[in-house]
C-alpha cells in the first residue's frame, strides 16, 4: 500500500497540507526557477506532483518484487516534500560555501 502526503506521516510536517506551489517553494524549486529574488516565479506546473508520483511508482514496483520473494506486503510511506527534495541536492552542494570539511582534503 502506498500513502502519499505533503511530508509523510510522521515527523513535524506530518499535519501540513499542501498544493504543488507550496512544495516547490519548501524544497526551493521556486528559487532555482526564478528570474530574480525579488520575483519568485515558479514554474508554473504542479513539478512536485509528478516527481512524488514517479517516485511512488518506483516504490511500489521495489515492493512488489519484495512481496514476490518475501511473501509479505508492505506500507511505503511517501513525503512529496522528500521526493522533490532529493532532486536539487547536487546544486546546494555545488553552491554550499565548503561542502566538505579540510580534513578530507
Known sequence: MLSM???GHTGPGKDWVSFAPTLHALSGLTYLTSFSE???LGVGFPY???VASLFGVIA???AIEYRKRMGRGQWLDLSEYEALSTLFSPFFMENSPDPLPSHFG
Open 5 to 7: 502526503s505533503a511530508a
Open 60 to 62: 511500489v514496483l521495489g
Open 48 to 50: 512536485a506532483d509528478i
Open 38 to 40: 525579488e520575483d519568485p
